[in-house]
């Protein structure tokens, strides 16, 4: 049998090889604790580890947490991954009691669904979770109505999507978090639609001069090359 055609022996070992272990093109398999089973080899003197997950029962293949290829240092995607995406909606108002939409490109909130306060969604988007720091209030009893809107590709009409409710006292510079689960309805939105984030407090009072609020909202996104 000619090299080229020579079929390398599969070793296994009970604990992960090391570099000096190895030789170049040499492939070991090994069952790690709380890791299962792995595969090592050694390339132009650099160890490579690769995992294995389980198959369950129905399924073609697990989760792979990374799809792509390895070109030049860098990972280039070639099909569809799940990511998280932050955007800051800070703004500073004398925040009253009308419904104020939220920035995405500046510091200036809106009364209106204008295209500031509006985000063309390039990917399906479901909203993680929203985080709002209030400065100091002048009325920390007061509620805030917090909504996720949307205008569907095609349309311009305004629909709600979801709502949340923020009934306890606020604590001056100390942030809140809504999570998935806490809105009234789930938070996603589709590709090709414009979504908004708006507040409305329920008094007036709640601040009586312009004030400086933080918010920061994260999104689970479904990107499809």
């Not at 580890?49 to 399924?59: I, L, P, S, V, Y």
Request: with cysteine; charged share 25%.
């Amino acid at each position: 049998m000619s090299p080229l055609n020579k079929q390398q022996d599969i070793v296994f070992r009970r604990t992960p090889p090391s570099l000096e272990s190895m030789g170049d093109g040499q492939i070991v398999f090994a069952i790690v604790p709380n890791q299962g089973l792995n595969m090592y080899t050694r390339q132009a003197g650099q160890l490579f580890k690769t995992r294995f997950n389980k198959q369950r029962e129905g399924d073609a293949f697990d989760n792979i947490e990374v799809k792509g290829i390895m070109t030049s240092n860098m990972i280039r995607y070639v099909k569809q991954f799940r990511d998280y995406r932050s955007f800051s909606h800070n703004f500073t108002d004398d925040l009253d009691g009308n419904e104020h939409f939220l920035p995405w490109w500046s510091n200036n909130e809106q009364t209106s669904f204008r295209t500031d306060a509006g985000y063309l969604v390039p990917f399906n988007m479901t909203c993680h979770k929203l985080i709002f720091k209030p400065p100091d209030l002048d009325d920390n009893a007061d509620n805030i109505t917090f909504a996720i809107k949307k205008i569907d590709d095609g349309d311009n009409t305004t629909d709600s999507l979801c709502t949340y409710a923020y009934e306890t006292t606020f604590v001056d510079h100390t942030s809140i978090t809504i999570n998935r689960g806490d809105w009234t309805a789930d938070p996603t939105v589709e590709a090709g639609d414009v979504v908004a984030i708006s507040i409305t407090a329920s008094h007036a009072d709640i601040v009586t001069s312009a004030k400086g609020f933080y918010i920061t909202s994260v999104w689970e996104t479904e990107i499809i090359i």
